[in-house]
């Protein structure tokens, strides 16, 4: 369940870092937020079923410094890069 939430709070913040970046790929605070959530959550969700290790340590409840770092990268990361495609689609379309 943590690792779900740091997914998704890294996300919104990689969704509105990358939607503030590029004005290209901005679709608002709000639309950001989300579609940073959104992919922040499928991409660390996905990092966590290919690296057994942190789905293992999580379980023990020892989740380390690292394994958190991962989760916050790979949150990011997807939230990041599902903006960028949202927003790039959506001002193709306008």
Do not use: C
Not at 18 to 44: E, M
Not at 71 to 82: I, P, T
């Amino acid at each position: 369940m943590e690792q779900l939430l740091i997914n998704l709070v890294a996300g919104a913040i990689g969704g509105n870092a990358a939607g503030k970046t590029s004005p290209s790929f901005d679709i608002g605070t709000l639309g950001n937020t989300i579609a940073g959530a959104v992919g922040g959550g499928v991409l660390g969700q996905i990092v966590t079923a290919l690296l057994p290790a942190i789905t293992a340590a999580a379980q023990t409840g020892n989740l380390s410094i690292g394994g958190i770092i991962t989760q916050v990268v790979s949150g990011g990361v997807g939230g990041a890069v599902l903006t960028a495609i949202i927003g790039a689609i959506k001002n193709r379309a306008a």
